[in-house]
T-cell receptor, first 114, second 112 residues
Framework: EAGVAQSPRYKIIEKRQSVAFWCNPISGHATLYWYQQILGQGPKLLIQ????????DSQLPKDRFSAERLKGVDSTLKIQPAKLEDSAVYLC????????????FGPGTRLTVL | SQQGEEDPQALSIQEGENATMNCSYK?????LQWYRQNSGRGLVHLIL?????REKHSGRLRVTLDTSKKSSSLLITASRAADTASYFC????????????FGQGTRLTINP
């Protein structure tokens, strides 16, 4: 079974630039999550989708971050404009359903904002 | 905000020894999970313990949960070099709370 795919693996940008991350969840998984993991900390949930609908985006900085999952499969997370404090690893995860406890994580995208 | 507080933040032991990591949390939970993260890789789910369970085993892993103290521990027995990683506890809240909230993690180093 293929795991959660993410691209790119690494990205370096300058502040005020924009960046987008892509995630392809495990086939058949209805729930998709984006996490931000700052160095030395645990992952923090940014947004959670059930199919193509948003379940929880309470910790998403909506003035600069946006995410979509238009067809209920792949998802993109965008930052525009980026700030220095956005430097982190962005992890995508998926689970079979909202009620499913186990989440499967992708390798992450390491973002460096200069 | 992060619910879990893990202790210690870093742990270094010799191969073959046992490693114990602790996690404390603040609010009521439905379940508590432990994840491992190797350097440069994503998180891998290790074990889940529900709020009505007190102890669970999986291979060399033993997890305990004390809901009265709002704490959990992860024991790795007979450690191996491959166990070197960061370990995170994550809590899933009570009824209606779907979000998984992670602690800040324990960095475990196994010395050969």
């Amino acid at each position: 079974e293929a795991g959660v795919a993410q691209s790119p693996r690494y990205k370096i940008i300058e502040k005020r630039q924009s960046v987008a991350f892509w995630c392809n969840p495990i086939s058949g998984h209805a729930t998709l999550y984006w996490y931000q993991q700052i160095l030395g900390q645990g992952p923090k949930l940014l947004i959670q989708f059930q199919n193509n609908g948003v379940v929880d985006d309470s910790q998403l900085p909506k003035d600069r971050f946006s995410a979509e999952r238009l067809k209920g499969v792949d998802s993109t997370l965008k930052i525009q404009p980026a700030k220095l404090e956005d430097s982190a690893v962005y992890l995508c995860a998926s689970s079979l359903a909202l009620s499913t406890d186990t989440q499967y994580f992708g390798p992450g995208t390491r973002l460096t904002v200069l | 905000s992060q619910q879990g507080e893990e202790d210690p933040q870093a742990l270094s032991i010799q191969e073959g020894e046992n490693a114990t990591m602790n996690c404390s949390y603040k609010t009521s939970i439905n379940n508590l999970q432990w994840y491992r993260q190797n350097s440069g890789r994503g998180l891998v789910h290790l074990i889940l313990i529900r709020s009505n369970e007190r102890e669970k085993h999986s291979g060399r892993l033993r997890v305990t949960l004390d809901t009265s103290k709002k704490s959990s521990s992860l024991l790795i027995t007979a450690s191996r070099a491959a166990d070197t990683a960061s370990y995170f506890c994550a809590t899933r809240g009570g009824q209606g709370a779907q979000k998984l909230v992670f602690g800040q993690g324990t960095r475990l180093t196994i010395n050969p």
